[in-house]
C-alpha cells in the first residue's frame, strides 16, 4: 500500500502560481512513476504530468507543457507540481498518483491516488 497526501492548493489570480506537494508514504517510493492528473467539475479526469522514478523522464500533455513543472525527491518521498501561468481552465482537483507504468499518461495506469487538493483560478 502507497499513501498519497497532497497539500498546496487555494485560490489565485490568472498568470499567477501555484506549487502542489505530494508525499507518499508506505512502500518504496522509488519502485513508483509519480504523476498528477486533475478533474474539473462534469469532465473526465486527465493527466497533467508525470516522471519517472529516477526523474529523468517527464510527460507533460500539450495544455500545461511549458507552465507546468513536475519534480521529485525521492529522499523525502515527495513529488510537486510548480504551476505557472495559471489560467481559469486550470481549475481543478488535483490528484497526485503513483503507478508502476514506465510512462505514466492515462488513469488507467493508476494505481494509488491521493485525496485531491482544489485549485482555483479565477480573478
Known amino acids: 500500500q502507497v499513501q498519497l497526501v497532497e497539500s498546496g492548493g487555494g485560490l489565485m489570480q490568472p498568470g499567477g502560481s501555484l506549487r502542489l506537494s505530494c508525499v507518499a508514504s508506505?512502500?518504496?517510493?522509488?519502485?513508483?512513476?509519480m504523476g498528477w492528473f486533475r478533474q474539473a467539475p462534469g469532465k473526465e479526469r486527465e493527466y497533467v504530468a508525470s516522471?519517472?522514478?529516477?526523474?529523468?523522464?517527464?510527460y507533460y500533455p500539450l495544455s500545461v507543457k511549458g507552465r507546468f513543472t513536475i519534480a521529485r525527491d525521492n529522499a523525502k518521498n515527495t513529488v510537486t507540481l510548480e504551476m505557472n501561468s495559471l489560467k481559469p481552465e486550470d481549475t481543478a482537483v488535483y490528484y497526485c498518483?503513483?503507478?508502476?507504468?514506465?510512462?505514466?499518461?492515462?488513469?488507467?495506469?493508476?494505481?494509488?491516488w491521493g485525496q485531491g487538493t482544489q485549485v482555483t483560478v479565477s480573478s
Open positions: 498518483a503513483a503507478s508502476t507504468w514506465v510512462a505514466l499518461t492515462s488513469t488507467s495506469g493508476v494505481e494509488y
Open positions: 516522471i519517472s522514478w529516477r526523474g529523468g523522464t517527464t
Open positions: 508506505g512502500r518504496t517510493f522509488t519502485s513508483y512513476t
